[in-house]
């Protein structure tokens, strides 16, 4: 059943407010996937906080157009799903790149990521980006490992006298 023209806006108003406060975006064809199959390639992106939507064409290019994915709009051909990372920027990718493997009918078309339309082998690179919590996380071993050697060489002397002490005493037990 068509959509009615309020219905359209609403729809494209919903994906443009996404896609304004999304990082990424993947386009997958999904042409040969069953209704179980797509169910749960949603369920995983609802676990994970990815936006996915299925619409037509020139509803997507009126909902992208003056974000940072209207790069994305030569690719809308076809039946597309879009994923958008609203939390996580390698979220959609990870989902989609997942869901790929067990299902080869998904195909990538096309990904955007900070407003650069990527191809869709550079998937790899996009779902392979450290989560939010592991980017800190570096980020905080890469602080604290200076302070750590720093500590550990104002440690050394007394260290290294305990050490020659040990080796007399050592030394003068086994004599």
Not at 23 to 37: N, T
Not at 92 to 109: M, Q
Not at 124 to 134: C, G, H, Q, S
Request: with cysteine; proline share 4%; glycine share 4%.
């Amino acid at each position: 059943m068509p959509l009615r023209l309020e219905e359209k806006k609403a729809l494209v108003a919903e994906v443009k407010s996404v896609a304004e406060r999304a990082s990424a975006c993947v386009g997958a064809e999904y042409i040969g996937l069953s209704v179980e199959e797509m169910m749960g390639l949603r369920k995983q992106a609802r676990a994970l906080g990815v936006y996915l939507k299925v619409m037509k064409n020139t509803l997507a290019r009126l909902a992208v157009s003056s974000t940072d994915f209207e790069c994305m709009q030569p690719v809308f051909h076809g039946p597309l799903v879009l994923a958008f990372s609203t939390e996580e920027p390698s979220a959609a990718a990870r989902i989609i790149r997942s869901f790929a493997k067990e299902n080869d009918k998904l195909k990538v078309k096309a990904l955007a990521f900070g407003g650069v339309l990527l191809s869709a082998a550079d998937l790899d690179r996009l779902a392979d980006l450290p989560t939010r919590d592991e980017a800190l996380a570096k980020l905080a071993a890469t602080f604290k490992a200076p302070l750590t050697k720093f500590v550990r060489t104002l440690a050394e002397p007394q260290a290294k006298l305990v050490r020659t002490v040990a080796a007399i005493r050592d030394q003068k037990q086994a004599a």
